[in-house]
């Protein structure tokens, strides 16, 4: 043989080498050997953390599902700390929990209350966890209740929770959809400080957690997101009602879509506004040394119920609900200011962080004891409200003011 | 046989790629620690910087006049002087910068892609492609680079786009909260690195036609690369907020991995990590033949690709070991730069002074 086929062989060598290679599986997780863990709660249990995740019964996801299962398993386990309470769980599951589809984390009120800073860490760190889940904090219940809940809309419980929590931010307000990243910049802002939407069960919890609370129309017990949990740092202070917590969405410019009851300036009848969108701007300016905050916001809304006695075809009455409507968002914004002035002394509307882009060196002299600042700080809001149109229908139905005098 | 030359458009692409490589995953953070939400002025200020200190090399490169480098030294500095520092040279910071970049591409895998797969696989699977590269030459290499730019700017194109929606730009503000200080100080370290490692560049000039063709593909290439800079570290900052940058091991991986558009356009973080594959390939491969030219010119050899496996096995071993563990890669930013300037700029200073004085570069070789 000449040197030629000596070549050809070592060649075609290197080539079947290079083979292993390209399958690439080293690290390789089977589909069979994984559990898809959809959502984690974490609750505090007897000095640990007890670790929730909610995982998807793959059987439950092929076409020929046995209905009498669930469509998703919750495994819990108690340990010091969140990485030995995942691995802990495989001494009761058969396969390695697999992190990176998880859309939805969970913390109880006793975890949220002792700070989540230290189960956020193994979160962002592990290679596994993508950086996208919605937070949430469970109210009265544990997560692990919340988690156990079966939910009647999505076959996976995770996936109900997670729309919801965006669908209520997005067309009703008073809830905040948020995500890990704005908590992580939440947490590491000075001059602002985290929020977190509250979840709870509505109903019989006991009956909610068994597959008898999907098969009727009307649930035994349902989740439900109630109100805004306001953290100073990594700690949960307390709770904002609704209203306040709208306040809150109106500032941060949160607010999408959302609808507002007024009262008629008449009568005690109300009419209803849907809010389309509505944009605020912070002025914070500098009064005789003191912040002072100034909030230009510009609301544009139609009518979406009426029940006052007006003729809505008049421009004069329509200015008067405008100007009505205008007046209520501004005490529904500024009493939520002042509660949360009041009542929690944390600046969660970012007021500080207005301050720091627009006066940098003022920050740094203020920022060490900003929530003092914050709350005697004087707040002024003024707002742009256009009512624009309302509806199929003009007035009211055989509501006009001269059939009613009869 | 006709010399072996690159063409402009080559050698603008792969320098372009080999210096993105390492910076664009991992500088973001450690500008944002020292500059905070400015750390993409100082892009500017260091691409500035670079270009004001860029003529020292075309001055060299001129004067090289179509010499190797190492013949070129060993022309000044007399043939046993000239030789040992050039070794040291090659040796000191190319070999050692060839082995860090290594050392790179297997830390970012193993933190963020395939933690449980062996860092030396990585290594190996890398070195036998870039060892491939360089055996070929630089025609080939050059014409690599030419079809892989575009695949990278498309990569890098779609990240940024998608990145766009989820941008604040109140992350940004306020500009210049610390004054110029810390911009200039960030600035340091990206001149440094990547832009002054165009030091490596005078090993290819007998590759180019002439002088000033190699003078326009390294201005070039950096005039791209800073641009490219300034953009990814702006979408990290104005996305993340300059204290979130700051304290991620690779800010532009996890900020794609941060994208969820419209809940389908998500999970592609992927791509930055092929993105970085190339990039890192073209790096390896640029360093890599610097380093066998050089050590070919050193000792005479007729044929440097001979040393390429041995080069190539010495890093095997090499890059695992230069640091113990991640916390020393970060700190070895803190001195690297200084450590990048003996040999990107008091070195050419010296030889170009010494040549100015011999007054003889370009007369002799004629």
Known sequence: ?406 | MEKPSLTVRQATMWFTLSQLGSALLILPASLANIAKQDAWLAIFVALAGYLLMSPLHIALARQMNGRSFVDYVSFIMGNVLGRSIALLFVVAFSFLLFMLVLRDIGDFVATSVLPETPTEAIYALILVAVIYAVRSGVTVTGRAAELLFWAVMLLLTISIAALVPTIQLDNIKPVLEFGFKPVVHASILLIAFPFLESVLYLFFVPDFQNAKQWTSTVLRSSIICGTLFCIVTFCNIATLSSKVTANLTYPSYFVIRTISFADIFERFEILIAVLWYISIFFRLSMILQAVKTGLSGIFRLHDGRALLIPLGLISFATAQSIFPNYAEVIHSFEFWPYYVFVFSLLFPAVLLTIGKMRGSGQADSN
């Not at chain 1, 390209?22 to 670790?51: H, P």
């Not at chain 1, 009064?287 to 609301?299: L, N, W």
């Not at chain 1, 809505?312 to 409507?325: F, G, I, N, V």
């Open chain 1, 1 to 406: 043989m000449h040197l030629g086929t000596y070549r050809r062989i070592g060649y075609r060598m290197v080539l079947a080498l290079l083979l292993i290679s390209l399958t690439g599986c080293w690290n390789r997780r089977e589909l069979n050997e994984i559990s898809t863990v959809l959502a984690m709660g974490i609750d505090r249990a007897d000095g640990q953390y007890e670790v929730s995740v909610q995982v998807v019964d793959p059987i439950q996801m092929s076409q020929k599902s046995n209905t009498q299962r669930s469509a998703t398993i919750v495994y819990s386990e108690k340990a010091p700390t969140l990485f030995e309470a995942l691995r802990k769980s495989t001494t009761s599951a058969p396969r390695r929990m697999y992190l990176s589809h998880m859309t939805f984390l969970l913390f109880d009120e006793t975890v949220a209350r002792e700070g989540i800073k230290q189960t956020l860490d193994f979160l962002l760190r592990d290679h596994e966890v993508r950086p996208d889940f919605n937070m949430a904090v469970a109210r009265e219940y544990s997560a692990k209740q919340m988690l156990s809940l079966v939910t009647p809309m999505e076959v996976l419980p995770a996936m109900d929770l997670m729309k919801s929590l965006r669908v209520s931010a997005k067309a009703w307000a008073p809830t905040s959809a948020v995500n890990v990243v704005s908590m992580m910049q939440m947490l590491t802002k000075d001059g602002l400080e985290p929020i977190l939407t509250g979840l709870t069960i509505a109903g019989d919890a006991k009956k909610g957690i068994t597959s008898k609370n999907v098969a009727q129309p009307a649930t035994f017990a349902n989740f439900k997101y109630q109100g805004i949990g306001v953290f100073r740092d990594d700690r949960l202070l307390g709770w904002l009602n609704e209203s306040d917590s709208k306040s809150y969405a109106y500032i941060t410019n949160h607010v999408t879509s959302t609808v507002a009851n007024v009262t008629c300036m008449d009568s005690d009848d109300k009419f209803v506004v849907e809010v389309l969108g509505a944009k605020t701007k912070m002025q914070p300016s500098i009064r005789s040394g003191k912040p002072y905050m100034t909030m230009k916001i510009d609301v544009r809304a139609n009518v979406g119920e009426m029940h006052c006695m007006m003729d809505l075809s008049k421009p004069k009455d329509m200015y008067k609900l405008q100007t009505e409507a205008a007046k209520r968002l501004n005490q529904v914004i500024m009493s939520g200011i002042r509660h949360v002035q009041q009542r929690y002394g944390v600046d969660i509307y970012g007021f500080g962080e207005a301050f720091h882009r627009k006066y940098p060196k003022d920050w740094h002299r203020w920022k060490a004891d900003w929530n003092q600042r914050f709350e005697d700080m004087p707040v002024e809001i003024q707002i742009h409200y256009q009512l624009g149109k309302f509806g199929k229908i003009i007035s009211p139905f055989d509501n006009s003011p001269e059939t009613r005098k009869e």
